[in-house]
């Protein structure tokens, strides 16, 4: 690349467009063809009773780097994950990029390198993608939107009204790192902390937890409004109640610290590598026994359970003894984080 940083001409489809996707992006993920579309095959589409998976997501966080990831390791992993809680194996990614204009080439060049990484580790190609150049003021360095497609196999259905009365709900780890990483990231408090985002892919370990736990009734990836959101969903989906325990909950002291300080819950904090699951109470130790074999679940715990009671309601246990509502939040605790 001649320039350092993106201008207007970089969209504008002429030669200096050419040069940042080749130098940028081609080079990186080394699509198959250059043709305007990615032609697919896979031995895993021919089983009888297989199913597409297709999701789609975007991406717009700030700052676009943070402790343990950027932007770039989250739209992988965000759209491997929302593919892998529906049973899928994550096959294929697209990858679509609003550039603002004066953004330096060596941010893209991370993200994209981090990217790639990220689709390595959990066994998928970005295939195909697209790239806009707007104006300055118009965007934030970069948006990122990725699609995913992956194929259900036969048999395997994973569903948040499949959830039963007795059925324990487990977590791989802990919970509201991300929230807690980005928000330190930003400075605007003068927080100093370690905490890192638990940005992760969970492919690999959600076909642990469903080689294990085969009766698994179904799964989340608690991002945008953290655990408590998605109990609220699970809980309305099946019809029934879910309890969950404030001394089971696995929360860094850092973490907790910081809510304590900024009147933030973690329950409403965001994860990027965190899965919300549903299991039958006699497969619930060899899931959480498989998740703990695999670093990203070394920290699985139980944190509740499936209950009788009015529908869609999740309380929690308190220290001391008492209960609250754990109600879907309402606003927004932290924007900009995923």
Wanted: hydrophobic fraction near 45%; include cysteine.
């Amino acid at each position: 690349m001649r320039d350092a940083r993106v201008t207007l001409s970089h969209g504008g489809g002429g030669k200096a467009m050419r040069e940042l996707i080749e130098t940028v992006f081609t080079s990186v993920f080394q699509p198959d063809t250059m043709e305007d579309q990615a032609r697919l095959m896979n031995s895993a589409l021919q089983e009888p009773g297989a199913r597409l998976a297709f999701t789609t997501d975007s991406f717009v966080v700030d700052p676009v780097e943070f402790p343990g990831g950027d932007i770039g390791k989250i739209a992988v992993c965000g759209t491997v994950n929302d593919l892998a809680v529906g049973g899928a194996k994550p096959l294929w990614l697209s990858a679509a990029f609003i550039i603002e204009e004066g953004t330096e080439i060596a941010l893209l060049q991370r993200i994209v390198a981090s990217m790639a990484a990220e689709a390595e580790k959990a066994g998928v190609r970005i295939v195909t993608g697209d790239t806009k150049v707007v104006g300055r003021g118009s965007a934030d360095k970069v948006f990122v939107t990725t699609s995913g497609v992956g194929v259900i196999p036969p048999g395997r259905r994973l569903s948040a009204d499949q959830a039963q009365v007795g059925d324990m709900v487990l977590v791989n780890g802990m919970l509201g790192d991300h929230g807690a990483a980005i928000l330190a990231a930003r400075g605007d408090m003068a927080l100093s902390t370690e905490v890192q985002s638990d940005c992760a892919g969970l492919g690999h370990l959600m076909e642990a937890v469903l080689a294990a736990a085969p009766n698994t009734r179904a799964a989340r990836d608690a991002t945008r409004g953290g655990v408590a959101s998605v109990l609220n969903e699970i809980a309305e989906a099946a019809g029934t109640s879910i309890q969950i325990q404030e001394t089971a909950l696995p929360l860094r002291a850092e973490v907790k610290g910081m809510c304590e300080i900024l009147g933030l819950d973690p329950l409403y904090l965001a994860n990027e590598g965190t899965l919300v699951l549903i299991v039958p109470a006699d497969e619930a130790e060899a899931a959480l026994a498989a998740m703990r074999a695999l670093p990203e679940g070394k920290g699985a715990v139980a944190i509740g359970k499936i209950c009788e009671g009015p529908r869609g309601r999740v309380t929690m246990q308190t220290l001391f003894g008492g209960q609250r509502i754990v109600d879907m939040l309402v606003g927004e605790q932290l924007p900009r984080i995923c």
